[in-house]
């Protein structure tokens, strides 16, 4: 632990004595007192849900029961086409929700996550069918205006010294200049730089200049449709279903001999890790979770989507004389961008400044975090996360139409994200929570679309679980004050 992590711990703790009730302790940083087996292990995590520290458990049984009610309602609905039916329909809200999670954990929103992930689409669409030639695909004004506006972001980046936004915002430039954007792959890295451009122009306002994140992006979300019907037109759409690689993000599968050896090396590589480093606690006689513990989570998670790869790899194509097997490549996508962050927020030094941030603000900046920089890159992180999300969407639906994201996705990715287990007030949340809440969100329209019910049914069922969310975590949180 750094002696600014230690510092930090020590005001959080003066805070709590002059009143206040931060989340920040030393159990942020590291495992205090460590169980020795698997009961005990079960009665500390009791203690933690009486305490207020519910996490992910009410999204979980929300998920379970969802199941049962609508497999009872329609049996179709565990069907193998409409398993993976529903695991792409959710691919997206977990993507935007990932995102989501990392303003969240600082207590900001952002509400022009949806259409900004239209605007990084179209962008792509526009240099695919444009063969690269964004300047007439946009018309010579809004180009340069678009070139100056990744300069100022590349700007701010540089200001904050965030090298890895300025890094693809960099090669955004360099590859929209030279027209290399008319190869797919190029093109969807644009269309992230894209968000990452946005994300860094967001995170300044909010950041540097103190306009509430609530304001501001509110007005980029009116923007930003206004940019999609500018370029699309009211009814059109800019189709992408025509570029394979593209296309195949949603619509493609994986061939089944690879389907099995990445699901294989996945499970080799988590199981190596986390019993490597449960035995190197151990040794040096450091606390941490028992080891049979340990054990028992990777077999479950092994297990389980063990059985999801089979069930994905049998043939699910409706007629007997056609093949559709294979696990859709948008999941293991999903699957790595969850690694990523999850390493990200549990592993890094990054990690536990935007927890420690989030946390209690003050405590963190007189630790000598730069909460300012913290809290432009989470915006970085949110608006490029768009940006993928936008290259998925844009494959799900075979192109960009003018409503790209403008309906309802910015908020069913933060109710996503609350619905998961992540804390509307800043704090607390994993990246997990996305994954589990994306379930919920997609699982509600699937399984009413079976039983023929219309969309009036499926906004009131995803209010309600919202709302039960939110009030989950309030209730959460007054109790965990109580307790301290």
Same mark, same amino acid.
């Not at 999670?101 to 962008?123: M, N, P, Y």
């Not at 915006?379 to 494959?395: D, R």
């Given at each position: 632990m ?5 510092? =930090?711990?020590n005001? /959080?703790s003066? $805070? %709590?004595?002059? @009143?206040?009730?931060?989340? #920040?302790?030393?159990s942020? *940083? ?10 005990e292990?079960?009665r500390?995590?009791q203690?933690?849900?009486?305490g207020?520290?519910?996490g992910?458990?009410p ?6 029961v969802?199941?049962?009610i ?8 565990l ?15 977990a993507?935007l ?5 990392f303003?969240l954990?600082l ?20 240099s =695919?069918?444009?063969? /690269?030639?964004? $300047? %007439?695909?946009? @018309?010579?004004?809004?180009? #340069?205006?678009?070139?100056? *506006?990744?300069v ?12 890895i936004?300025?890094?693809?915002i960099?090669a955004?430039?360099i ?14 890295f ?17 950041a ?7 304001i501001v ?17 009211a ?6 279903r025509n ?8 619509? /493609? ?6 389907s ?18 449960s ?34 790899n049998?043939n699910?194509a409706?007629?007997v004389f056609?093949?559709?097997?294979g ?14 962050w ?21 405590a ?13 890159s ?17 494959s ?6 003018s ?11 933060v ?30 329209p699937n399984g ?11 906004y ?14 309030a ?10």
């Amino acid at each position: 632990m750094t002696e600014s992590e230690k510092e =930090l711990i020590n005001a /959080g703790s003066s $805070n %709590a004595t002059a @009143g206040s009730a931060p989340t #920040v302790a030393a159990s942020d *940083f590291a495992n205090d007192v460590g169980a020795k087996n698997i009961g005990e292990a079960f009665r500390n995590y009791q203690q933690k849900v009486r305490g207020g520290d519910v996490g992910a458990l009410p999204a979980v049984i929300g998920v379970l029961v969802l199941v049962a009610i609508f497999y009872t309602a329609n049996n179709l609905f565990l069907s193998k086409a409409n398993f993976a039916n529903f695991l792409t329909q959710a691919a997206p809200y977990a993507i935007l929700a990932m995102g989501t999670i990392f303003v969240l954990l600082l207590g900001e929103i952002d509400l022009s996550i949806g259409t900004a992930s239209g605007v990084a689409a179209v962008t792509m669409a526009l240099s =695919l069918n444009h063969k /690269g030639d964004l $300047n %007439a695909a946009l @018309g010579t004004t809004t180009y #340069v205006v678009l070139l100056a *506006f990744f300069v100022l972001s590349a700007a701010i980046t540089v200001m904050y010294r965030l090298w890895i936004p300025l890094a693809i915002i960099v090669a955004g430039i360099i590859v929209i200049v030279t027209k290399l954007d008319q190869y797919q792959l190029l093109a969807m890295f644009v269309a992230i730089a894209v968000g990452v451009a946005i994300g860094t122009f967001i995170g300044f306002l909010v950041a540097h200049v103190g306009i509430p994140s609530f304001i501001v992006t509110l007005a980029l979300f009116l923007a930003f449709q206004g940019v999609l019907l500018k370029f699309i037109g009211a009814s059109n759409a800019i189709p992408t279903r025509n570029f394979d690689l593209v296309n195949n993000i949603e619509n /493609g599968n994986m061939s089944i001999g690879l389907s099995w050896t990445l699901w294989f090396l996945s499970m080799a590589i988590y199981a190596a890790f986390t019993i490597g480093r449960s035995l190197q606690k151990r040794k040096r006689n450091l606390t941490g979770e028992p080891l049979d513990l340990v054990i028992l989570r990777a077999a479950l998670i092994a297990v389980t989507t063990g059985l999801a790869v089979y069930v994905l790899n049998q043939n699910r194509a409706r007629s007997v004389f056609a093949t559709l097997e294979g696990v859709p490549w948008v999941i293991p996508i999903v699957a790595a961008v969850f690694v990523l962050w999850t390493l990200v927020t549990t592993k890094t030094r990054y990690g536990r400044y935007i927890y420690a941030t989030g946390g209690n603000t003050e405590a963190a900046r007189r630790a000598g975090i730069d909460v300012r920089r913290i809290r432009l890159s989470v915006f970085i992180i949110a608006s490029g996360m768009a940006g993928l999300a936008g290259i998925i969407g844009a494959s799900k639906q075979g192109g960009v139409p003018s409503d790209f994201g403008a309906h309802t996705d910015q908020l069913y990715a933060v109710g996503a994200a609350v619905i998961g287990g992540t804390s509307l007030f800043g704090g607390r949340g994993k990246i997990r929570d996305g994954i589990i809440g994306a379930l919920v969100i997609a699982m509600i329209p699937n399984g009413l679309g079976l039983k023929g019910l219309g969309p009036e049914y499926e906004y009131m069922i995803t209010g309600g679980f919202l709302l039960l969310a939110a009030s989950v975590d309030a209730l959460s949180r007054k109790r965990a004050t109580a307790a301290k």
